[in-house]
Structure formats: structure tokens, C-alpha cells
């Protein structure tokens, strides 16, 4: 299979109006390997919408289409995570005992704070907490 | 583990416990489980909102800028980070204050200090004889007062209350210090 790389114009978006605004949440692609022309689409239009005077969008990283996908862990109800972030969050813990000795409810609200905000092992608890000058 | 109540938390546990991977991690969820388990009435102070609210600002900074955690973090930087750190990651400021307010919704009882006035007044007074006397800083000066006067229990992961145990206050306050 061949692939066209013709060039693509710039597209000019019109700007948002004062009027019926609604809330938009633009993903920009990254690490995308798989296609000069969808990677030369993917920066044009996160380019106009920048121009038009959209939010930037938060970048995500996205796996290789080759990567089989993570299959979802139910925490708890309504709680649910990939494989890496589930050993990330819980991998530490013996959720199975927390889920014992917790009520539903406290258990539901245990699992779903806890390690939500990813870190690192050289992370100082004592100095992230200190009030900046 | 038994844990005497009402314990008092300093900001990075609550930091502790919702960022995942550091080397206090397993221990402060572990900690968390045990305190909830227990039924303990669980005291918090503005001060440990305070600078739970840095912290994830800070490590929303450092995501965005790609930095590690020990990156340099200023009210400057901050000013500057401010709008980009909201727009991408509100819900890394708002984590401790959520997790608060699921838990006292699933039936925990949590309270803000101080209580009254006259305790308040307690912890006035007593908050610059442990700056004097510990060498604490004021917020860690703060937060002991706190416990001092409201808590039976006291559970941090700052080793700077290591110096706290050499020379402890009077009374029958317990300090957990989480640490590998």
C-alpha cells in the first residue's frame, strides 16, 4: 500500500462567536508513527483552533497501533483503570483486605483518590508540601 | 495498627497518599486504610490545605514543564504556570479537597481546625515556643500546635518532627512518623 503525502492548505476556521458558546476539549495526537498525512492534518487543525482561540489542548500520548490495548481493571464500581495504572495505583496495596474492612461506600472512596496523580520515587514528600517564596 | 482518635494529618500525607510511586507511597495508603478503618475521626487544618494546594500546583508545573519533582518552585513561576497549570490539570488541585469530601460523604468523620476560639488561642501561643524550641518551621510549628491541641494522634511523613521526638511536648499527643 502507497501512501500520499500531497500537500494539505492551511484551514482557516472561523472565530468562535460570544454567542452560544459550548465547551470544546481538544486531544492533540502525538507519537503517532503511522502517517505523515494524518500527523500533517493532526498539526494544521490544533494550529487553526489555537488561532481561532481555543484552549491548547492537553497532549496525550498515544501507543503504537501495533501495542496490544490494556484491558480495564474494575476497582469499584464505577472505578475503573488500565493494567499499567492499576499496578501504578494498587500494585503496592492488598486492596482485597481494604475491601474487607471497608464498607462499599468507603472502599469506592478509598480506591478512587488514592495514587490518582502520577509521581516518581525520588519525589520528597517533606519538600514538595513547602510553601514556595 | 491502632491508631488513638482524633488524628490530625499533615499536608503530605494527604500529598502522600494521592500521588503514586514514591517511596512513601504504599505506607501512606497503608496508614490512610488504617485510620479510616478505625473509624478515627480525622482533623484537618487550612494549614494542610494550604500547602496541599502548592504541591499539586507544583507537580502539575513539573508535568508541564516536564521538570522533576525537586524542580525550583517560586510564587513567580507559579504566576507564570498559573492558567496552563488550571487548564490542564484542575483536577490535580482539586484531588486533596475531593478526596476529603468523598470520604466525610462515605461516613468518615472529618473535622477543620481549630474548633474554637479558646483553642485557637492555645495554638497561637504555643506555635512560636516550637518555632523557638524545636528550630520548626511555622507552618510545621502550625500543624503541631494543632495536634498538640486537638488530636490524640499525630501522623506525618516529614522528618523534620524527628527532633520532635528528642524533645516532646507535654501531653499525651502520639506522633506517627511515616518513613521507608
Sequence with gaps: MSIDTAAIERIQLPKPRDVEEVPVKVQTVTNDTSSLAWRQINAILSSSLSDAGFPQPVQTAVRDWRTPLELPIVVAPGIVVGSEEYKQRYGSIDLEQYRQQMSPELFKAFVRHIGRIPGTPDLDLGDIVTTPE | ?180
Excluded at chain 2, 161 to 171: D, L, S
Excluded at chain 2, 175 to 180: D, E, P, R, S
Design chain 2, 1 to 180: 495498627m491502632t491508631i488513638d482518635s482524633p488524628a490530625y494529618l499533615d499536608a503530605n500525607v494527604l500529598v502522600g497518599v494521592i500521588v503514586n510511586t514514591h517511596r512513601l507511597y504504599p505506607k501512606c495508603t497503608q496508614l490512610t486504610a488504617n485510620l479510616l478503618i478505625s473509624k478515627s475521626s480525622v482533623l484537618i487544618s487550612p494549614v494542610s490545605l494550604h500547602e496541599c494546594l502548592w504541591a499539586t500546583a507544583k507537580l502539575a508545573y513539573c508535568q508541564l514543564t516536564n521538570n522533576p519533582a525537586s524542580a525550583h518552585w517560586s510564587k513567580p513561576i507559579y504566576l507564570r504556570w498559573c492558567e496552563k497549570i488550571f487548564q490542564s490539570y484542575e483536577g490535580w488541585i482539586t484531588a486533596v479537597g475531593s478526596m476529603m469530601k468523598d470520604w466525610s460523604n462515605a461516613g468518615v468523620p472529618i473535622e477543620v481546625v481549630p474548633k474554637t476560639q479558646a483553642l485557637w488561642a492555645h495554638v497561637v501561643d504555643l506555635a512560636p515556643d516550637y518555632m523557638q524550641q524545636l528550630k520548626l518551621s511555622p507552618a510545621d510549628a502550625l500543624h503541631l500546635a494543632f495536634a498538640q491541641t486537638h488530636a490524640r494522634t499525630f501522623i506525618t511523613a516529614d522528618s523534620d518532627f524527628e527532633v520532635v521526638r528528642a524533645n516532646p511536648p507535654a501531653g499525651e499527643l502520639v506522633i506517627l512518623h511515616v518513613a521507608v
